[in-house]
Structure formats: C-alpha cells, structure tokens
C-alpha cells in the first residue's frame, strides 16, 4: 500500500520548520506516531518496515522489547535521578559489573554520560589524561559526534565543522577505504598499509610527532562516512603502531557496536583490542546513554577532572540493563541470527549489483550494510540525486531507510527483524533500484 501524506503530517512539518532550529533530517516525510519490533507508524496511520533502527537506536526492535520497557516502568516510580557523579546509587554499578563481562579481560572502569558525542568527549580527555599528551589521530570519513571536542575528531563533511573552529589538537589520516582508497587508484595495492605507511611518513615525520599523541581514534566500520570496511590487516599494523609509541587505541562503538555486526564489540571483527571503547545508540534499548569503557591498568582520574549531571540516569541504566540482560540470554542465538541475515541481504545486493549499472559497491558486516550508488561503474561518479530518490520511493512503498557517506544508502534493521519483514524490505529496495537503474 503506498503511502498515504495528508494534512496532520503537513501541518506538523510547518510548526516544526517555525519553532526547530533545523538538524539532518531526511527529505522524507516520516512523522512518528509509535513503533512495535519490525514496524514504525507514523501520524497518518501509514506502516513501514524499518531498516534504519531509528538512526541505530533499536538493535532489538523498534521501540526495544516488552523487558526494556516494564523495567523503564518499574524504574520510573522509584527513582529517576540519582545525582550519580555526586553521590552513590546501586543499579548504576551493578550494572557497569555485568557490562564489563562483554569487554576483553582487563577493562575495569566505565564512565556513563548520555550520547555518544559525550562518550567520545570522555575519552579525548582521558586518553590526555592518562597519557600526558597533548594531541589525538582520527581519520578522514570519520563521525565521532558534533560537540566541540568530538567535532575535533569528525571529518565526514565541511558542513559539520563550518564557522565552529578552530579545533586544536587534531590530526587527520586517510581511512583505507578498498572500493575509494585515497592513496593509490591501483586495484591490487594493499591500501591499509599504504594508510599506515602515510601516518609514519607525513604525520609522524612532518606534522605531529609519534611520542605526542594521547591516541588514535577509530570507527571499526564507518558510519557516517559511508558504512566503510577496512581491510582486516589495518587494524593489526593499527594496532602494531600504537604499541611502538605509547599510543592509546580508541574504538568508537556506538553505531557499529552491541551486537550490529553479530559481536559484541565491532572491533573483534578484526582480532584486535582497543584500550578505550565509547558506546551509546543501541546500548540504552532506546534510552539516552553513553558509556566510556578503559582498561583498569590504564588508572583512574583525578578528583573532579571530569563529571556531569545526568550521567548514570536511573531510568537510562534500568533500560540498558534490560536490554543487556535480553543479549547474554539470547547472544548465541542473535549471533546466528545476524550471520544468517547478513548472509541473505548481500547474496540480494551482489545479485543486484550485477543486474543494475547504478550499485557501484556492496560492503559491511553483520547487518551494517552500505550499498554504494554510482552514475557510472567505470568512473564511479557518485549517484547523489538518485540514491535520494531511491531512499524517497522506498520510503512512498513502506520502508524506512537512511543515508550515508556521498551517495550509500545504508541497510540497518534491528537485528531481531523477522526474515519475512526482511524479504519484504529488501523487495521494496529493489524495486526502487531497478526503476532509478539501468540494466547491465
């Protein structure tokens, strides 16, 4: 059934356009009424399929599950904030206990905020903190969140840092992108070790040296930047580099993180560890909450150095703890789950990719999967008009999708998603690529 705009949806989006300040939302006229698992519903009765996990939120469904919401219920009647960066309050650390049974051995203490921007800012002020340097690496393509500190970090698009500089204290490298690599245009080179190699050869030697660099800051796959997989070895010879000076891995998970890719932590993937992790998005069941996780051996900070008001919100911890408690019960089964879903939605993209001339590039893992658009598979000139009408004519056939990067519509349904409801979102993908595509 085609969906249906009336006037409660326009009304709505004209108040909205007089009294928001204005932030990135879709061109698509989605206004939220109320979700339930696969299912997101707007204002106007409409029903789509959704495969953007509300911007990566809801990892266990729309809306999160029965569990989340009865504990959010139960905790609301009791106590909401407890002042947790003042004083004392049990659920906070009980739960931090059970969280870091999901971490490598050796991560011991956890800081709670209520976003990942936030989570990020912690990390940058720690890494400086346990380390006594001045300077952090992050890499081109990369979001790391829109307050000041982690803005520093983000290097996705000009739009997101104009008028707010300078940013101090930031580098930036080339993120070994294997269908874009930066660096060199010949299909058979090893692009993570030309990434590598340009770290050492122009940032260490001509712009920051090693020795005063906190830490190097990464998205295992990154998002915002347009759901790019780096080649496994980029990681280790990563890895590798830190350890040779001192430096401190940072791996922000917060929308490639909590079970996205069938692991816990993203960066298993790899076979690597970090020495900082960030979370948020999926980790509150659909709560605000950011947690920044580091390796006890790393120490402690001093008294005041950093602190907020809400952070260890009772509510927020009460959801994420639900939602854990939902994960360790049932992480064999979502493992499988996401592998065998994964599985299903790239065999249908490939297949795709060889019917229509408009998919230049198929890429991620677990159900973090980018489709990249191109007007020409020769030059691979981005397709930005057409992945918007792509994104435009599923949204009109029930499917929620978003963005990313230049021109990749990103697929990221909640991991619990049904395979029939998968089918069927895929099927309105497909239909929207074949009327915007030529056939090969």
């Known amino acids: 059934m085609k969906t ?40 106007a009765g409409n029903t789509f399929i959704d495969f953007s996990s509300f911007i990566g939120v809801y990892t266990l469904g729309v809306n999160g599950n029965k569990q989340i919401r009865d504990s959010i219920k139960k905790q609301v009647d009791r106590l909401m904030h407890p002042a947790f960066t003042d004083f004392y309050a049990k659920e906070p650390v009980e739960f931090t206990e059970k969280l870091l049974t999901m971490f490598p051995k050796g991560f011991g203490r956890v800081f709670y905020s209520n976003s990942g921007t936030e989570a990020n800012e912690a990390a940058i002020k720690f890494a400086k903190l346990f380390t006594k340097r001045p300077y952090v690496l992050a890499f081109y393509n990369a979001f790391h969140g829109r307050t000041m500190g982690s803005l520093g970090l983000t290097a996705s698009k000009a739009i997101q840092k104009e ?20 660096l060199n245009h010949d299909k058979n080179h090893d692009c993570a070790t030309a990434c590598i190699d340009y770290i050492k050869k122009n940032i260490f030697a001509k712009e920051v040296p090693a020795k005063e660099i906190a830490a190097i800051f990464i998205e295992p796959v990154q998002g915002e930047g347009g759901y790019i997989v780096p080649p496994k ?19 922000d998970e917060i929308q490639a ?29 659909g709560l605000p909450i950011g947690a920044t996780i580091t390796r006890h051996s790393l120490g402690d900070i001093p008294v005041g150095a950093h602190a907020n008001t809400f952070g260890g919100n009772l509510v927020s911890i009460a959801a994420a703890n639900a939602s854990l408690d939902y994960v360790k019960k049932n992480q064999k089964a979502l493992e499988d789950g996401v592998k065998s879903k994964s599985a299903y939605v790239m065999k249908r993209l490939e297949e795709m990719k060889e019917q229509y001339a408009i998919i230049g590039d198929v890429r991620g893992i677990g159900l973090m999967i980018g489709v990249e658009l191109v007007k020409d598979i020769r030059t691979k000139e981005p397709a930005i008009a057409e992945r918007g009408k792509i994104i435009e004519e599923c949204f009109m056939n029930g499917l929620l999708l978003l963005p990313a990067g230049i021109s990749t519509i990103r697929i990221i349904p909640p991991i619990t998603i049904s395979q ?21």
Do not use: W
């Not at 007089?18 to 989605?30: A, D, G, L, N, P």
């Not at 010879?237 to 430096?247: F, S």
């Open 4 to 43: 249906k705009i009336n006037q409660k949806i326009n009304s709505l989006l004209t108040k909205d356009s007089k009294v928001m300040i204005k932030t990135t939302r879709e061109h698509y006229r989605f206004v939220a009424s109320h979700g339930d698992g696969d299912f997101a519903y707007d204002i």
């Open 163 to 182: 008028h707010f500089g300078p940013f101090g204290g930031v580098v930036h490298a080339h993120f070994p992108n294997p269908y874009r690599c930066e």
């Open 233 to 251: 070895n980029f990681f280790r010879q990563l890895r590798e580099l830190c350890d040779e000076h001192g430096i401190l891995l940072v791996s």
């Open 257 to 285: 993180g909590y079970m996205r890719t069938g692991k816990f932590l993203a960066l298993d993937n790899f076979g690597v560890e970090a020495d900082i992790y960030t979370m948020a998005k999926a980790l509150g069941g």
């Open 420 to 440: 029939q409801n998968l089918e069927k979102g895929m099927d309105i993908l497909e239909e929207a690529i074949r009327k915007e595509s030529k056939l090969l």
